[in-house]
């Protein structure tokens, strides 16, 4: 416990002499002891870091997290899909954080190899490239493997040194910050702050295993062979470990490069399309789906094949949580709010005593403006807000095992938002209901 309580103090240091609280104050103010808090906290005899306020608040904001280290990043990303907790504005500033930070040393991955995999596997390597890219917790490297007397291109990624003791530390920290906040304002209990910060340490845990993300990939691709246009890079379990994973070289391009799409002649309407439609096939046919599908995450092979790469974060849903997937969204398509409003109450997604056709109300107030419109048309922080808004005033719970389908929605649909889907799903999802 004293080590939480020391750890959550170098954390509120962090925060308290970076440029956080300046920029969250501006979309809600926060209590006076609070400013009261942090203001102590961020005394120093050292000289603070220069903050560049022309850059626009929101690089600002990413800029900060980034500084700070896996824990904080891997925050920000979570919190942006929950502006119920932050709010619609700075949950759409945090949209656009990245997970890129500086790599650590070719020398030093060549020993992580080493080290998990042996000598021999190592030097049967033919070549290992500098990083070509770098995040919180891992990178990634290309290089060619002999498999069974061909050689292949293959992407090798390696876990950060360390990263497991300093981001586990740090967010059990979260976690008593959670349990107290919890604790002492009744309101958040909704919220369920605590689950939600601990859900995070699940999944980013999972993460930090490669065998895990190697399993993953592997299931994702058993699921998916048949589905036409739709591919998952293979995995080398010989050249994998708890601290590295091999997998196919995608030669492709990102889905956010649009560009070069359209002069190499792919139909990006039809390829965004595509990604919503596997995103739903997966998640409810399968109960098992990519829950990281942001545009840097999806690739588009020479051969027209949607490749999505970075599986340490996927999502699951059991049969009973799929079926109200599909009865909701089938809803929601069919305008019949009150049928959503039944499946939110034999679900367990609102309290007994809430008033059907009241909640059927608030939900045909949500689905009518969206009705027939393009993904482009759609304001997604409004949209969000306004469900948001729903689930406070008929005390919605949150759901942590939703929570991934929640985040992946956003990314997917920010993935797409560039090349202007329609969504046709319907016929699917009649078929699963």
Known sequence: MLKRIITLFKLARKVANSDILNITSKFQKPPLSVKILFKILSLSISSKKQIDVNNDEGVRLSTTLESMGTTFIKLGQFLATRPDIIGDDLSSKLENLQDKLPPFSLMQAKEIIKNDLGNDTYNSIIHLSAPVAAASIAQVHKAQINDNGTIKDVAIKILRPNIKKIFNEEIDAMMLFAFIIESLVKK?????????????????????????????????????????????????????????????????????????????????????????????????????????????????????????????????????????????????????????????????????????????????????????????????????????????????????????LQKNNGGSRRSCKKIKPKYKYLDYIKARS
Do not use: C
């Open 188 to 404: 958040t209990k909704r919220l369920k702050l605590f689950e939600v910060v601990f859900l995070l340490k699940e999944i980013t845990n999972l993460e930090m295993d490669l065998r895990f993300e190697a399993a993953a990939a592997n299931e994702y691709a058993e699921n998916t062979k048949n589905d036409v246009g739709f591919r998952v890079p293979q995995i080398y379990w010989n050249f994998t470990s708890e601290n590295v994973m091999t997998l196919d070289w995608i030669d492709g391009v990102s889905i956010r490069e649009t560009e070069e799409l359209k002069k190499k002649n792919f139909n990006t309407k039809k390829i965004a399309e595509d990604i919503i439609q596997n995103f739903l096939r997966h998640a409810v046919r399968d109960g098992f789906f990519h829950a990281d599908m942001h545009q840097g995450n999806i690739f588009i092979d020479n051969n027209g094949h949607i490749v999505p790469i970075d599986f340490g974060i996927m999502g699951r849903l059991d049969k009973m949580s799929k079926r109200f997937l599909a009865e909701i969204l089938f809803g929601f398509i069919q305008r019949d709010y009150r049928k959503v409003a039944e499946v939110h109450l034999v679900a367990g997604l609102v309290p007994k005593d809430v008033p059907i056709d009241d909640l059927a109300q608030a939900l045909r107030s949500i689905g009518e403006p969206i009705f027939g419109q393009t993904v482009k048309d759609i304001s997604g922080g409004k949209l969000l807000k306004q469900l948001f808004d729903v689930t406070e005033k008929f005390n919605m719970q949150t759901q942590p095992q939703l929570l991934m």
